[in-house]
C-alpha cells in the first residue's frame, strides 16, 4: 500500500467511524517529514480514542503498524506515525487552537471519495 492509498485509507475509516471534518493534505514537497497529513476531529476524548483503535485494528489487517502512536491518555491531540502518513485527531477545541490547516496551506487537499482506492 504507497503513502497515498494509505492516506485515502485512514480518511475513510475516520469517516465511516463519524470523525468530523476529515482533512488529508499531501505534504511531500513541503516537508521532509511525511508524504501525508490527515487531520480529523473526534466529538469527544472516547470517540478519539475510539478512532485511533479503529485506524489501528483496520490497518493492522493490512500488515500495516505504527510507528508511534502520542496523546492517546489525554486524548486532546493524538498523532498516529505511520511514517510516510501521520494522522491527527483532535478533541474541537485543540484542533482550531493549534490549527493545522492554516499552518499547512499550502499543502493539495485529497479527497477520500474515491471507492476506486
Not at 505511520?82 to 493545522?100: A, M, P, Q, S
Request: aromatic share 8%; net charge negative.
Amino acid at each position: 500500500m504507497d503513502s497515498l492509498e494509505k492516506a485515502i485509507k485512514i480518511g475513510k475509516i475516520i469517516d465511516d467511524k463519524k470523525g468530523e471534518d476529515v482533512a488529508v493534505l499531501k505534504v511531500a514537497g513541503i516537508t521532509s517529514i511525511t508524504d501525508y497529513y490527515v487531520i480529523a476531529t473526534a466529538k469527544n476524548t472516547v470517540h478519539a480514542k475510539s478512532l485511533c483503535d479503529e485506524i489501528e485494528e483496520k490497518l493492522k489487517k493490512c500488515d500495516v503498524v505504527p510507528n508511534n502512536i502520542e496523546g492517546y491518555q489525554s486524548a486532546m491531540w493524538i498523532l498516529m506515525d505511520y511514517g510516510n502518513v501521520i494522522v491527527h485527531i483532535f478533541y474541537e477545541e485543540t484542533r482550531k487552537f493549534y490549527d493545522l490547516e492554516r499552518l499547512w496551506m499550502d499543502a493539495e487537499r485529497i479527497t477520500t471519495k474515491n471507492d476506486n482506492i
